[in-house]
């Protein structure tokens, strides 16, 4: 038994006869899209004047003192170019200043990880679980102190360092405390 796929416009319901005439449709911003982009697909013939009905837009951030969120204003390119009276637009964004590019919330998330970064290499931390290099002085704070270290993780809630658990050992340099205890052959 066969089965047959009958797809249709999300247009306009119409019959696609051949999948080469459809059109892939990503509506990025709508005023009743509430959930991000969406995708539609429709008919090559349905949508050939949507490049003709474009309009040349332009996409401003007014940036206001004391606020601190920008304000994003789209509005057609001819109505900006207007805003211009001294010199002609064109001339004012060719003279204009680059803005230095950055991705969204880089700058106040690299001021938050300086805030937030915790020094390993200090007894009060040594020995957390951290996705970083563990640096050769925390090494030695945990060899030096790995029984304390051990009481302050489980009090934390943490996991403690086991000599015989070999991630450990390699990330702490532990082979002599695991040697003496007999956990490792050598």
């Not at 051949?18 to 539609?40: M, T, Y």
């Not at 680059?98 to 880089?106: E, F, K, L, M, T």
């Not at 002085?137 to 993780?153: G, S, T, Y």
């Not at 991630?167 to 702490?172: D, F, G, L, N, T």
């Amino acid at each position: 038994m066969g089965q047959k796929i009958i797809r249709f416009s999300d247009l306009t319901g119409e019959h696609v006869e051949d999948d080469d005439d459809l059109v892939r449709i990503v509506v990025r911003r709508h005023p009743d899209l509430a959930d991000g982009p969406v995708e539609i697909e429709a008919l090559a013939g349905e949508v050939a004047a949507v490049e003709e009905l474009a309009l040349d837009l332009v996409t401003i951030e007014l940036h206001h003192p004391g606020s601190d969120e920008p304000r994003t204003v789209v509005l057609e390119a001819e109505a900006f170019d207007r805003l211009a009276t001294a010199a002609p637009m064109a001339e004012v964004l060719h003279g204009a200043k680059p803005v230095a590019r950055s991705i969204p919330g880089q700058a106040a998330a690299s001021t938050r990880a300086a805030k937030e970064r915790v020094n390993y290499a200090t007894l009060a931390n040594a020995g957390r679980p951290h996705k970083g290099r563990t640096t050769d002085a925390e090494k030695q704070l945990v060899r030096d102190h790995l029984e304390e270290i051990n009481e302050r993780l489980a009090a934390e809630g943490v996991r403690t360092i086991d000599p015989a658990n070999p991630e450990h050992v390699a990330r702490y340099g532990l082979e002599s405390p695991a040697r003496a205890t007999g956990l490792t052959q050598d």
